[in-house]
């Protein structure tokens, strides 16, 4: 795929988001995710200051020795933990290629504390990690909340529809946070494209809010070209995960990214993504199916997809593949 710098990803101010300009923006946001999958967005609400304390904190985490940083190894059962890709032996299939901390937090509790082993995986070191993650997280949650209402509503659906779809039965969704640190490799500008993140579209993730820091390094696939993403301050990057196309039923669109590395730069980004529960049953809405347009996809558990993604291994658009009908039955 070539790479096309000329065209540039929607941004979205969404200071009107509460008053009389919700429809307006509703209908921006929707249109971004159908052409696009992804929009960057500017007055969401998340503050500064706790965007500002997560990534020092994050930064300070990633500083910290290898031997330190590996007492929170990844866990494969969960995927919670540190994962180093150069220290390969507990990122099994899901191998990527930057250094990354992630864990899962339950909805109704913000405060991770899900069990022993959980604990175990959030790191400590430096003191200021869990505090700040815990603030960052609750604020990034709110935000995650209202882009789906203000997308359902402008699908012409109740305000909670897409949440509602997304527990598929089994309960509120989960939150997971991931933040990264992409490490500078001294290789061509061409053989960096996609070493940092190979394409992939957001196989366990509804929506997912990325934030960064002022290096670039996402790029989008539209219409057969890579296109680079802009850094814009204080921005998100948010973008539709498989689920969200599944439950929309293709009206959304999950779009493959991928990010690359520099060669002297060391880039930071973190997302927060809302998960289904292993038992949910993810299919199109009722409401978004009809004679023109009948059921893309079948209803598949979270459960599968992520036995898909385990199996079949990270990258691709393997995973929203597995969810399409092969025969599209007559209405
Ligand atoms: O770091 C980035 O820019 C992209 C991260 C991403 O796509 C992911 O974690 O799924
Ligand atoms: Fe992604």
Redesign the pocket.
């Known amino acids: 795929m070539a790479c096309d710098n000329s065209r540039k990803l929607p941004l979205i101010d969404l200071s009107g988001l509460e008053g009389p300009e919700r429809g307006r923006i509703g209908k921006q946001i929707l249109e971004a995710c159908e052409t696009w999958g992804f929009f960057q967005c500017i007055n969401h609400g998340v503050d500064k200051s706790t965007q500002n304390a997560v990534r020092e904190a994050c930064l300070e985490f990633f500083k910290l020795s290898l031997e330190e940083k590996r007492k929170w190894t990844t866990s494969l059962a969960t995927f919670e933990g540190y994962s180093n890709p150069k220290h390969k032996e507990n990122t099994g299939k899901l191998a990527k290629t930057q250094e990354g901390v992630q864990f899962l937090f339950n909805l109704r509790d913000p405060n991770p504390v899900v069990n022993e082993d959980h604990e175990r995986l959030y790191p400590s070191n430096p003191p200021t990690y869990k505090p700040a993650v815990r603030a960052y997280f609750k604020e990034s949650i709110a935000l995650e909340k209202k882009l789906l209402a203000v997308l359902s509503e402008a699908l012409g659906l109740e305000a909670d529809a897409l949440m509602k779809g997304l527990e598929g039965g089994a309960g509120e969704a989960k939150f997971a946070f991931?933040s990264?640190l992409y490490i500078p490799e001294s290789r061509t500008e061409d053989e960096l494209a996609g070493i940092g993140?190979p394409p992939h579209t957001?196989t366990p993730s509804m929506l997912?809010l990325?934030f960064?820091d002022d290096v670039p390094?996402?790029e989008i696939e539209k219409d057969n070209e890579w296109v680079k993403v802009d850094h814009v301050p204080d921005s998100y990057i948010v973008n539709v995960g498989d689920p969200l196309e599944v439950l929309t039923n293709g009206r959304l669109k999950s779009v493959e990214?991928r990010?690359y590395a520099h060669t002297t730069k060391e880039r930071f980004?973190c997302?927060v993504i809302t998960i289904a529960q292993e038992e949910a049953k993810l299919g199109p809405l009722p409401q978004l199916i009809d004679a023109a347009r009948p059921a893309l996809y079948e209803t598949r558990t979270m459960a599968e997809f992520m036995a898909r993604l385990t199996t079949v291994g990270y990258g691709g658009k393997s995973t929203i593949n597995f969810a399409k009908r092969t025969a599209v039955p007559v209405a």
């Open positions: 991931r990264s993140l957001d997912t990325l960064s390094g996402l990214h990010a980004s997302i």
